[in-house]
């Protein structure tokens, strides 16, 4: 976890403090377009390449004599995805020009309509291939790999911008261009390290990656085709409420709900170096006699470190979005609220996830999501029409407590985990509360919101103590031993 927080502390605060150069630069009706055509790739990449990545790090971890095999079967399945998505941006263009006399333009804020689907191959080819491999040394425990990688992409994306944004400036399609260069830069450079450094060990020759191994295949598709409804799903509940607020309220209103997941993504960057860390040591560890109280010694830092977290942002979302948010983007700040709440269920929901997956249960978090999705469908429906965008985002964070509370009882029936779940329905509760008084601007807003930071502090206080003491107890029998 250590060289996770640096890697993505690098890589995420540095992209964070780009964000006063989009809202800048961008439009908010600009800004919503790149989000749908980033929210649409979150869908097809793993549907398309049957969580080709995943597999890839689930048996990458189990079998490493075979990973030449692993690798060749992912590489395989991002390279046929991206050709379908070609034929299918190659007959929408088609589509377009036949009946492009229905269209009054066919460009859309400066740009070809289908330099957009030129575009959007490009990024799904390389954002295929960038991700995946990203999932392939996580499960080859190539740390350093794949730390370099996100911070190489992070160095193309702010030099590519600077370029394409202040000195050329190309505007959206140059937003569009530094993500393509990034990904294939990164990318290119995990595989070669890969490569070069040993972990693939059954190469044969340079133009054949690996001897064919259909039993390795049959087993990543079986694995990766089971975890289709949980990703389709975790997606819905993820993205389809940007496509409600576009189709409902426009791209304008849409770009202003993209830039409010910006806050959030400052506590996805602890989540998300938890869950690279954690999708290792759940995948090694859920077999042993002691996993249940390991899992569960776990769960309870995880969930104190993210409500604690929520709380402190809560407090200082106003102050955060001045200095984040430009122009128009800055009436984005109320709707921030909910979908921090959000995050917290998602990261519990992910973490649950692994425990099910490590046991290759993917049907069960496939229901569990699959509800939320539903859940989210028909809250975003009802809740748009009247809320707008704040609409969304309390359909977001119902929709993903739904899906915790059907993760955990799936769970259950593999760990038993020992935690005290009313005391963390109770820190929620004061979440939500905190959250209330502050979007509102109620009389002593930041009095009231400060004592539910307290009470949520005091809550988890023997957490922290337990943290620390163990810690403490490590270091001294290291010095000792």
Not at 222 to 228: A, F, K, P, V
Not at 250 to 258: D, E, F, I, R, S
Not at 358 to 375: E, Q
Not at 383 to 411: C, Q
Request: with cysteine; charged share 15%; glycine share 6%.
């Amino acid at each position: 976890m250590a060289i996770f927080t640096i890697g993505n502390f690098v890589s995420k605060i540095l992209v964070m403090l780009l964000v006063p150069l989009y809202t800048s630069v961008l439009s908010t009706g600009e800004y919503g377009v790149a989000d749908g055509l980033q929210t649409t790739l979150l869908l097809l990449v793993p549907l398309l390449t049957l969580n080709a990545g995943e597999a890839a790090l689930r048996f990458a971890i189990e079998h490493r004599a075979r990973r030449g095999s692993i690798l060749r079967v992912m590489l395989k399945y991002v390279f046929v995805a991206s050709f379908i998505v070609f034929l299918l941006c190659t007959f929408a263009c088609l589509l377009i020009r036949a009946v492009n006399i229905v269209f009054v333009s066919t460009e859309l804020y400066g740009i070809s309509v289908y330099l957009y689907f030129v575009l959007f191959f490009f990024m799904f080819l390389t954002n295929s291939f960038f991700e995946s491999m990203i999932l392939f040394c996580q499960g080859c425990e190539k740390v350093k790999t794949m730390i370099s990688g996100s911070v190489i992409s992070t160095a193309v994306i702010i030099a590519s911008n600077i370029i394409f944004l202040l000195v050329i400036k190309t505007g959206l399609w140059g937003y569009l261009m530094s993500q393509i260069l990034a990904f294939f830069t990164a990318g290119l450079f995990m595989l070669v390290m890969c490569l070069k450094d040993g972990i693939v060990t059954d190469l044969s020759r340079a133009a054949d990656l690996c001897p064919a191994d259909p039993d390795m295949e049959r087993q990543m598709v079986d694995y990766g085709s089971s975890m289709l409804l949980y990703s389709t799903s975790s997606w819905v509940n993820n993205a389809i409420d940007r496509y409600f607020v576009l189709a409902m309220c426009g791209a304008a209103v849409n770009g202003l709900y993209a830039v409010a997941y910006k806050i959030p993504a400052m506590l996805t960057v602890f989540q998300r170096i938890f869950a690279q860390a954690w999708q290792i040591s759940a995948n090694k560890t859920y077999g042993d006699e002691d996993s249940a109280e390991f899992f569960s010694s776990i769960y309870k830092g995880y969930q104190c470190v993210m409500c604690v977290g929520c709380a402190f942002l809560i407090m200082f979302v106003k102050p955060i979005a001045r200095l984040l948010f430009a122009k128009d983007f800055y009436q984005a700040w109320p709707l921030v609220m909910p979908l921090l709440i959000s995050v917290i269920f998602g990261a519990l929901t992910g973490f649950l996830g692994s425990i099910c997956l490590a046991f290759k249960d993917g049907k069960s978090m496939g229901k569990a999501t699959g509800i939320g999705a539903l859940v989210n469908i028909m809250l975003n429906t009802l809740l748009i029409a009247r809320w707008e965008a704040m609409g969304a985002a309390i359909a977001t964070a119902v929709s993903y407590f739904t899906m915790y509370m059907f993760a955990y009882s799936a769970v259950m029936g593999h760990v038993k985990l020992k935690v005290n779940r009313a005391r963390d329905f109770i820190a929620v509760e004061f979440l939500v509360l905190q959250s209330i008084v502050m979007m509102y601007e109620a009389p002593h807003c930041y009095i009231m919101g400060s004592l539910c930071l307290l009470a949520v502090l005091a809550i988890y206080a023997g957490e922290f103590t337990g943290i620390i003491r163990k810690r403490f107890q490590k270091d001294r029998s290291e010095i000792q031993e």
